[in-house]
């Protein structure tokens, strides 16, 4: 349901407290004491049916007794009676609750329904939205609102924090208000069986009083809708995450390396990582992240350099620094220059830069400047230990200009306790966050390196796909439907490998032998020299049964290999149907790296995409990432490069380095296959051979579900959807319509430098000429559950291709009402393309279930207004401003919209 009447449960004017006590140590006293104490502005009514009054206020039998409709209510009544009350409050026009009461996922009403689910069907038809069951409330301190039973009265802050663990809240309330730490809002989901992330992040990330988001997750049931809320959050404010359950049980089923691998935890990784969510280990991280992210300055990469007067504080924050995959600032040899002169001569003589402890302020201040200027670094830790020399204080307050002043992140640590607390506290005032030991203050510059990452991801630019990559979706699909409809549950490793050929991936010619003389024939044909090996649906893994016979050069040794296979086969599996032996052409490549590649299905986030090195050991080395399909080819480079394997594939000694391009291109393709093909539950290609002259499969293992479980919303983010693309022509020229996609950016830049001055005013209500690299990303990055821009493209000059004109429609999380936004290229206007692509959005919201399509135009802006009336839209005056017109158009009336659409 998302955000639709969150306004009343997070911004309520008045509350009503059903099951409101006075008895010591009920929830419902507990409530009314901390609503009352907390100074909540607005009525607070209880309701008791036994009670005159509760806590000195009148108390009213039952819902329909109250003075007055509530905005919200706390429910705390015994789980029976829940159902009846969401019902009532309903019927009064309530249009939210928070329940504490516990237990309705196990108990049963009368016709055999879990109590939540009764719940929820009573809350329905009113959009009444529930917030739990069995959670500890909700804090809004800015509200004076205390809608819990918690201990602790919240201070106010910035900072939203969301948690599925009640324990958890009530202690981190006692923590934060011990350190000062204030909130915004401090939400527990409890069971979510409403209100849940996806919504609490929609709401929160549009809140202006919030600056960082804070969530504590146990688990996570609506991933699309999660995926979604998050990545538009995150945009727009820090989101950072625990994620509780880090050991994965799920791999002990698995048939392939990649099921294997492809653990639950990573898999929340990829996730997280995918939506811009910086994730930590611990809860208090969360808060340590929240401040550094807070102050951060931007970051251009994860090198290091620090600034000691001691030298073992020093060697702790490089140790720290290289375990969490950081990089030590290689000092230039200006740097090396400026600082002999500024040092004495036993000073380190390279990073970590050690001042000695006798170091007065202006040698702090002299070797501060000269890191500060060094384009190695992109950011400084600076580490103090007290001395009796100089005053820590003295050395802090001569810096602050420089930090003042300087664009670089300084990170600080004033080792001690009482004789550095003013120097912490000076630096602190002056935008440096500062920590207790060196390895914390590398912790916090290393979450801040992980953020950033997530974020380029989010935002960058990625280069176009080849147009000639079109996968042979039939030829897929022909496949997968014979080996289901034989009821099998694998393909065959000539069938899986004509899958993949399907999706462009190259493949080494396999083909399959009944026999020994069927198996020379075959040989005979490809050309020897060949590998042989078992073809059995009973084997899995053909290395383990010595299933596989390589670099055979002649018929005889081919009939020894089969013979060999067989009796290993037999000895080693007996039982094993051996269904014949799979014969292909040896490939060598003596500079190509064993790489593994390969899809695993999760219950939560749906396909994954998993990278690593390959191999017969690839479970033993472990060195894999994973990452959630679609991809493009900077997603896939980010993949490849959080594995250790990734720094084989660059050149070294004398192997030439691996083509980085076909990899790339690789992985796309198989995501694509993810995105694609539904039946596919598990898919390994191992080994990939990466070298100089590109990729080749060698060995491909394809596991089967049966499609249709999951349905279209089985991906945790919608892939480009190439449905929509429809193709016209305008002046002569042929014209494709089609969604927008992140690799667009170019020609989009290259489409608003053709827009004239006036028409750039029309659009954007201002004449802005530049678009910086995030506003370019922010327009053609974009989340096709939330948002559809579709562009119209056509060969230009040379026959590349340019964009024309786009015209955008963004939804709000309800799917009740669309924003658009044309444009047209300034020469081009008056030819119909601004009404196709207006049509086309017209058409696709309607299809998709929104309620109405508005948007803002400037009063000056005859040819659009004129556009919208000829296309049936409603104009009115917008209250407050006269040179701004509003225009409207119903696609449903109210009450006949289909559903949220794909």
Known sequence: MSIRNLQFLFRPASLAVIGASDRPGSVGATVMRNLLEGGFPGPVWPVNPRRQSVAGRLACPDVASLPATPDAAVVCIPPRAVPEAIAALGRRGTRAAI????????????????????????????????????????????????????????????????????????ALLDWA???????????????????DFGDVLDYLGRDPDTRSILLYIESITAARKFMSAARAAARNKPVIAVKAGRVAEGAKAASSHTG?????????????????????????????????????????????????????????ATDALIAGGGRLAELSDAAMTQLDRLLPETWSRGNPVDIIGDAPAARYTGALHVLLAEPGADAVLFIHAPTAIVPSREIARACVPLLVRTRRNVFSCWLGGESVREADAIFNAAGAPTYST??????????????????????????????????????????????LAAGRTSLSEAEAKRLVAAYGIPVVETRIARDAEEAVAIAGEIGFPVAVKIHSPDVSHKSDVGGVSLDLHSPGAV???????????ARLRPGAR???????????????????AGIASDAVFGPVILFGQGGTAVEV?????????????????????RTRVARLLAAYRDRPAADGGALDLALVKLAQLAADCEAVAELDVNPLLAGPRGVIALDVRVRLGRPGTAGAGRLAIRPYPRELEEWTSFGGRRVLLRPIRPEDGPQHRALLARIASDDIQSRFFHAKREFADTELARFTQIDYDREMAFIATAAGPGGAEETLGVGRAVTDPDNDNAEFAVLVRSDLKGGGLGRALLGKLIRYCRERGTRRLTGEVLAANARML??????????????GDPGVVRVTLELHPSGTAGGAGP
Request: net charge neutral.
């Open 99 to 170: 329940v504490l009461t516990g237990g309705l996922s196990r108990g049963r009403s009368a016709d055999g329904r879990t109590l939540s689910a009764a719940m929820l069907e009573a809350a329905r038809p009113y959009l009444l939205r529930v917030l739990g069951p069995n959670c500890v409330g909700l804090l809004v301190p800015g509200l004076k609102l205390n809608a819990s039973f918690a201990h602790e009265q919240a201070l106010p802050g910035s900072i939203a924090f969301v948690t599925q663990s009640g324990a958890l809240a009530t």
């Open 177 to 195: 208000r011990l350190r000062g730490v204030g909130f915004s809002h401090f939400i527990s989901l409890g069971e979510s069986a409403d209100v």
């Open 260 to 316: 294997a691998l492809a653990g639950a935890d990573d898999v929340y990784d990829a996730a997280l990582a995918r939506a811009g969510i910086l994730r930590v280990a611990t809860t208090m991280d969360l808060f340590d992240a929240a401040e550094t992210l807070a102050r951060a300055r931007p970051l251009a990469g994860d090198r290091l350099a620090i600034l000691t007067n001691g030298g073992g504080p020093g060697v702790l």
């Open 438 to 483: 060196p390895e914390h203050a590398v912790r916090g510059f290393l979450q801040l390196v992980r953020y950033r990452r997530a974020q380029d991801i989010l935002m960058q630019t990625p280069a176009s796909i080849p147009a000639e990559f079109r996968p042979d979706g039939a030829a897929a699909t022909r496949i997968i439907e014979a080996a």
């Open 559 to 569: 009939r020894a290999a089969v013979a060999l296979i067989a009796e290993r086969c």
């Open 578 to 596: 051996i269904e014949g032996y799979a014969v292909q052409r040896m490939v060598h490549e003596p500079h190509a790296r064993e790489l593994i």
């Open 621 to 641: 080395v472990a060195d894999k990432a994973l990452a959630l399909p679609p991809l493009n080819l900077a997603l896939a480079r980010d993949l490849v490069s």
């Open 866 to 879: 004129k556009l919208s009336a000829a296309l049936g839209f409603v104009a009115e005056s917008v209250p």
